[in-house]
């Protein structure tokens, strides 16, 4: 499992991503949450990376991409996609400052204090995730899960553990997609080959405790009697 340097992609910039650097918006404007089930959540924020084709860009050319596989009926299989992440300790500066900024407006907002950043890079249509919960730590209670899109979109699909696909979202260019209550332990999820497809980038930050971050902003908020007829915003 080597690092590689990517080959040339087919991919062009957004003509309306004009910000120089890429930054973040704190205030997660345009946020909508879909109740999955009783238990199990979701929130998108449409492009909440400002300057997300340039961000693209730098995790394409300056991160350690490598090949993954795994042993599928005693045969090792490459992934169809390429993987890289970056390392963190508390108070130590190992992370890029975009990435950082990621890590502290996601852990202030969820109140979790995420403790890594991976990536995957689908190349071209061909590139793909099959159905799958990610692998956390069974100690791990209720894991809070958060996606940053960059580059072209694709469709991300979401089925209840074994089930048929209940959700498609289209993400891409900036977009941010958060997993929590217990979607990673009873519901699945998938980015399907397509015939034609732009390279895509997720960006995935995870926790690896229970501890709650400082002063959390957003820890599961109950339902008022007021919301409580209300639908659900339905991404």
Known sequence: ??????????????????????????????????????TAWI??????????????????DSAAWHTGATVIHGERKAYPRLLASWPYEPCAALLPPILERMRAVLSQRYGRQFDSVHANLYRDGRDSVTWHGDRIAASVRLPTV???????????LLRPRGGTTHRTLMLGRGDLLVTGGSTQRSWQHAVPKVAVAGPRISLTLRHSSNDAAAQPAHVDPPMSPADAGRPTPRI
Do not use: K, Y
């Open 1 to 38: 499992m080597g690092i590689l340097t990517t080959s040339p992609l087919n991919w062009q910039s957004s003509l309306f991503d004009g910000a120089a650097e890429p930054d973040v918006d704190d205030g997660f404007a345009g946020l909508t949450r879909d109740n999955l089930d009783d």
């Open 146 to 156: 958060a996606i940053v899109s960059l580059g072209h979109p694709r469709r991300f």
């Open 43 to 60: 929130e998108h924020v449409p492009s909440w990376v400002e300057g997300a084709d340039t961000l693209f860009q730098w995790v394409l």
